[in-house]
């Protein structure tokens, strides 16, 4: 960690400058494509401006759910009006936090000064510190910092008497303890993994540092723990301070837009100097009805047809960020393969063999049991224990089929659902090249590699 470089001078050329190596074209219909603009905000068009102040008062304004969480202070209003003159809308030359709140809503799309209800959804283009381009992050970054002074940094910032470091003792029924990022696509899967682990005979130790949106992405997160770029001196390092003081066996994340491999590698970096046996598991969430216009004959709208084509672009997407990271770190991360199992599901149910779903999309066919809810793409009633399944079908290695011990789903998913859904998690993991699962006897159990 000394000699920090997130990415060697192959990586670089594979996926960080503009004019030489890229993403394929197909990756980067889901991903991204990278361009100046986005990363540095040197020059930016008036809507990457735009996205600038909503990554910049996003932070301070808004929390998970999108209500106000906090009062920026005179000195950050100031900036924010020097950046974006135009969120002063009477023109008295001071920007009020009723007014960055009126323009973050313009920002958005659907919002505005005059009240109305502005869109809520995930920011898809957005500045990247230039400080990510270089081979070292800034000296006063929490990461560099020994494991004592970085449980002391994150104890300032909390109650007097409660403990700074998160811990658990090792585990003697097979669970895995896990520190893990992401937002709320991940965090159906969070909820109901340790309920399925229960069933399974086993307690789920699980530390989550998480977000709404980009403010649960790995690099957002990385940011904000060291107290570096947008967090400069304001570090919050609530995994940083246990990985560093407690044992971990793995780490998992959420996906997010413009995902570049060095916002994993300067987690695991870390996470495998203080525990050097961690493993590191990536979901690559689900297609989007955003995503229709980026595929050749998208046509037939947002069907099963269609969705398994958007599916396969997102294995290519995050096979080749996969491969980066594991030329480093050979063996070491894996994909859980959300994507797979929504795309199953979505050819399940139009074969009719989705019992009790009503719909592929609430917000085409407006049915509520339907496998998403809303056009942000999140996951519809009972499909949090299909990504759950996921979850602990890739990280221990085992069909969720076989575990015997009745499981409380309330009203939805029934039982005859939820088998389906525990086939459909195993055969999306035992499917995908990524997730470092096979079962070639199909007894349900991973074949030893």
């Not at 313009?106 to 283009?125: H, I, N």
């Not at 070292?136 to 700074?164: M, T, W």
């Not at 947008?230 to 919050?236: N, Y």
């Amino acid at each position: 960690m000394e000699t920090q470089k997130r990415a060697q001078r192959l990586q670089k050329t594979d996926f960080r400058r503009p004019g030489g190596g890229t993403l394929s074209p197909d990756s980067a219909k889901l991903i991204g494509r990278r361009t100046p603009e986005m990363e540095h905000g040197a020059e930016m068009t008036p809507n990457l401006r735009s996205c600038a102040f909503l990554a910049a008062c996003s932070v301070v304004l808004v929390g998970v759910g999108g209500e106000v969480c906090a009062n920026p202070s005179k000195e950050q209003l100031a900036r924010w009006l020097k950046q974006f003159p135009k969120a002063d809308a009477n023109g008295d030359g001071v920007l009020t936090i009723g007014e960055a709140k009126a323009y973050r809503a313009e920002v958005q799309g659907g919002g505005g000064q005059d009240g109305s209800q502005p869109r809520r959804g995930a920011a898809r283009s957005f500045p990247v510190n230039p400080g990510w381009e270089k081979e070292k992050f800034p000296d006063h970054a929490v990461c560099y910092q020994s494991p004592e002074r970085i449980r002391e940094i994150y104890a300032k910032g909390l109650d007097s008497g409660r403990n700074p470091v998160t811990s658990f003792p090792r585990p003697k029924d097979g669970g895995l303890r896990i520190v893990g990022t992401g937002h709320s696509f991940m965090g159906p899967g969070y909820k109901t993994l340790p309920k399925i682990c229960r069933a399974a005979g086993f307690q789920q130790p699980l530390h989550l540092h998480t977000g709404g949106g980009m403010t649960g992405s790995a690099r957002f997160k990385w940011e904000q723990e060291n107290g570096i770029f947008q967090f400069e001196g304001k570090p919050k390092p609530k995994l940083l301070a246990s990985i560093a003081n407690a044992e971990w066996e793995a780490m998992m994340w959420g996906p997010y837009f413009h995902d570049r491999p060095e916002y994993y590698l300067c987690w695991m970096e870390f996470c495998l100097k203080h525990n050097p046996a961690m493993k590191f598991y990536l979901s690559d969430a689900w297609p989007q009805i955003e995503h229709l216009n980026r595929i050749p004959d998208s046509g037939k709208g947002f069907v099963a047809e269609t969705i398994t084509s958007l599916g396969k672009l997102k294995n290519a997407a995050y096979g080749e960020i996969l491969s980066v990271l594991n030329r480093k770190y050979p063996g070491r991360v894996f994909i859980l393969p959300t994507s797979d199992a929504m795309v199953l599901a979505s050819q399940y149910f139009e074969r009719g063999e989705l019992p009790g779903v009503e719909g592929l999309h609430r917000a085409l066919g407006g049915k509520k049991r339907s496998l998403w809810r809303d056009k942000l793409g999140h996951l519809g009633p009972g499909f949090e224990w299909l990504e759950g399944y996921v979850f602990y079908a890739t990280l221990y290695r085992r069909s969720p089929e076989l575990i015997k011990k009745e499981i409380d789903l309330g009203d939805f998913p029934g039982a005859k659902l939820d088998r389906i859904f525990r086939r459909i998690a195993w055969e999306a993991v035992t499917g995908n090249p990524f997730s470092g699962v096979r079962d070639e006897n199909r007894d349900g159990v991973a074949d030893e590699s």
